[in-house]
């Protein structure tokens, strides 16, 4: 059974920059596909940004790319989600969550608690 443990979220002025970790214990993190996912206040859940289990494939949401990098580290169990430029509309409660290499939420077995991240001057 993975467990999944976000930190590193906060708050940040608009501009700023922030890095999330996710870090897993308890079964074969590097098996398996990585995504983040948020949630903003009223709104549903969307897709942000995955990793492939090594790490080579990657992709993101049109609202975040080319502002935010995924990546991860197997030998220490943790993916990070580097985000830049970050803009009012970016505040939100983000998941990491381990599963099957998809944007689809339900392609994710194992789901974190969530990070708050909130950008306001």
């Known amino acids: 059974q993975v467990q999944l443990v976000e930190s590193g979220g906060g708050l940040v002025q608009p501009g700023g920059s922030l890095r999330l970790s996710c870090t897993a214990s308890?079964?074969?993190?590097?098996?398996?596909?990585v995504a983040w996912f948020r949630r903003a206040p009223g709104k549903e859940r969307n897709f942000v940004a995955r990793?492939?289990?090594?790490?080579?494939?990657?992709d993101y949401s049109d609202s975040v790319k080319g502002r935010f990098a995924i990546s991860r580290d197997n030998a220490k169990d943790t993916v990070y989600l580097q985000m830049s430029s970050l803009k009012p509309e970016d505040t939100a409660v983000y998941y990491c969550?381990?599963?099957?290499?998809?944007?689809?939420?339900?392609?994710?077995?194992?789901w974190g608690q969530g990070t708050q991240v909130t950008v306001s001057s």
């Open positions: 969550a381990a599963g099957r290499y998809s944007s689809d939420p339900h392609e994710y077995n194992y």
């Open positions: 308890g079964g074969t993190f590097s098996s398996w596909a």
């Open positions: 990793i492939g289990w090594a790490g080579f494939n990657r």
